[in-house]
């Protein structure tokens, strides 16, 4: 997800620069700053990503006389204040703290875009299982070991709502441990070893790894797989960016996608297009997050930790 951020990143300061260049000379240069919220996005390293966006940042500066920021925030709820107190334009954040600050977020957005890795709009979550493991329903997970990728939140986010429905039972008793990967086609493969019971995955990555091992195909089954309401990295203008500087961001997108030097950038992050969307597609999303509320609410009340045998 870091890739996406690369890219929302690098585009950003290719708009503000097109916006400050069309204003009035000035003897000092503008400023513009993106808030970037780390925790959760750990597909490369941290140290790669600050590099990749200081060379973006030095170029603009000489070629476009202007300062570009990006503040990098490791605490969420210093991250979405300064965002409420417009300290920076442009947020982006894995999808997961959106849902846990969407009233205060929604409150301060103007515009929404989001990256996709393929023609689909969303994406969706599978728990895998190896088919020689008997396991043949989340009941069969009990004292079990599964796996998800370490910042794939929306990911534990699923395992917990679907034991909270179908169950009534909480992950953190129900399962023998809940293990943490870096990559997700690890967890893949630890199932597929037999190292693991079970994992959590985008969709889009397990088919991925059946194209590069057709063996997976006939070694793990679907156990559970979610509908197509999950969405990659987001970014979120604040409702005090001008619009003009919007409408620069919808050209230099356009223009992304549309020029040899665009695509290869495209390929580079392993994206297919970035789009703007609209708040009332994340309704889906929205009514699964506020399902698993509910649901844990309910859960703690009982204070029960049982389910049904």
Not at 253 to 282: C, W, Y
Request: aromatic share 12%; proline share 2%.
């Amino acid at each position: 997800m870091l890739k996406n951020l690369f890219l929302f990143s690098f585009i950003f300061t290719l708009f503000i620069g097109n916006s400050l260049v069309a204003k009035e000379e000035s003897t000092k240069s503008a400023k513009a700053t993106m808030g970037y919220l780390v925790e959760g996005l750990h597909d490369i390293k941290f140290k790669d990503a600050r590099i990749a966006f200081s060379l973006w940042i030095k170029e603009l500066s000489i070629n476009e006389d202007m300062d570009v920021g990006i503040k990098y925030y490791e605490n969420e709820e210093e991250c979405i204040e300064d965002f409420e107190s417009a300290s920076f334009e442009y947020l982006a954040l894995n999808a997961y703290f959106y849902l846990k600050h969407q009233s205060r977020i929604d409150a301060n957005a103007k515009e929404y875009w989001v990256a996709t890795k393929s023609e689909k709009r969303f994406t969706n979550r599978v728990i895998l299982v190896n088919k020689k493991s008997g396991i043949k329903s989340l009941k069969d997970l009990k004292n079990r070991t599964v796996m998800s990728r370490e910042d794939d939140y929306l990911g534990r986010l699923v395992l917990d709502k679907e034991l909270l429905e179908e169950l009534g039972a909480d992950s953190s008793s129900f399962f023998k441990s809940s293990l943490k990967s870096a990559k997700s086609s690890t967890a893949i493969l630890k199932v597929y070893f037999s190292t693991v019971d079970a994992c959590v995955v985008p969709e889009y990555m397990f088919k991925f790894m059946q194209e590069m091992n057709p063996k997976l195909s006939s070694e793990l089954s679907v156990l559970k797989r979610t509908p197509d309401i999950f969405l990659p990295v987001m970014a979120v203008f604040h409702k005090t960016t001008p619009t003009s500087s919007i409408d620069s961001f919808h050209r230099n997108v356009a223009t992304l996608e549309s020029t040899p030097r665009g695509q290869n950038i495209l390929a580079l992050f392993k994206m297919h297009k970035m789009r703007v969307v609209d708040v009332k597609e994340f309704d889906g999303l929205r009514e699964y997050y506020q399902e698993y509320l509910h649901l844990s609410k309910a859960y703690k009340k009982s204070k029960t930790g049982s389910y049904n045998e």
